[in-house]
């Protein structure tokens, strides 16, 4: 089973995201390697309009129910407005520059 593609389909059939993130963390935490028990999630979606950060908060956990009462032992949660994330990150986070690690091919 895998717990955060679960997570990621949950997420995205009830909420239709602009930008999603679901970040596997255990590896951070003393648990087995492997494991799928904590987890980040970044979640931009107009449906959270005009709602506070709680309400938005409930709603995840709401979808997540099953997973939260059997299987994830942590959720970091990052919930955004289009607009919130517009005003922090103007869209996606840009990739880094290219520091030139490919090796080039002779000529």
Known sequence: MNIQFNIESKLIEHFQPAHLEVVNESNQHNVPAGSETHFKVVLVTPKFDGTRLISRHRA????????????????????????????????????????????????
């Open 60 to 107: 995840v956990n709401a979808v997540l129910k099953d997973e939260l009462a059997n299987q994830i032992h942590a959720l970091a949660l990052h919930t955004y407005t289009d607009s919130e994330w517009q005003g922090l990150y103007g869209g996606a986070p840009s990739s880094p520059a290219c520091r030139g690690g490919m090796n080039k091919k002779a000529s």
